[in-house]
């Protein structure tokens, strides 16, 4: 996913992936396999969450760029901005890695972003670089949506499976009036209260919503 000039063309590559993970999940439902129902929640887990830090990371720099959004407004800094590799370096105190540095060619490592799956990282740097679109993103951050709280812990229960990861994963549950004695890929499956959808779908379309508004005003 890359930064783009418009921001359909950003939005429509976001939400096909987000819709293909989607359905991924849907299809879960069918298989009967235990080993193979992990396997595609950890995919589908870890790729949702890169999917929406690709965005992020993207949008930024579509920023940067004076992208026009899909409403056909176009956006404005008030920073003056060279390169992407420029404002990389912005956003890098955002990560608390104040004094990393580039490298000799003046390079910023990838590592020293920071985590862009953080409404935070895109609402701080746009902010202070001027964004004219600024309050339209603090507006779709505004709705009290979930996914951005409590994804990144599913995620990291994936990734690392050990005790303490799955711990976090499981006291989510409460929150969507799903019992916590359920092992995280259940609580994944499960119907939220007074929700037809299963958690994890839920989230993929938060993820969906967010990005049509962030992309469309």
Known sequence: MRPHKNLIKLQKAAIKRLTRLEQLSTNILSISSNREVETLLTYITIETLNTWSNFSRSFYLSCVLSAKTVSGTRITISTTIANFNDAIGLVIPANKKRHATPNNAGIWHRRFEPTWHD??????????????????????????????NNLPTFRNFYAHRNQQTEYAAMQIASQYGISNLLKPSQILLSLPLNRSQPLLIEWIDELILTVEYLCYE
């Open 119 to 148: 409404p935070r990282v895109i609402m701080d740097i746009c902010n202070q670089i001027g964004c004219s679109n600024i309050t339209q993103i603090q507006s779709g951050f505004s709705g009290g949506l979930t996914v951005f």
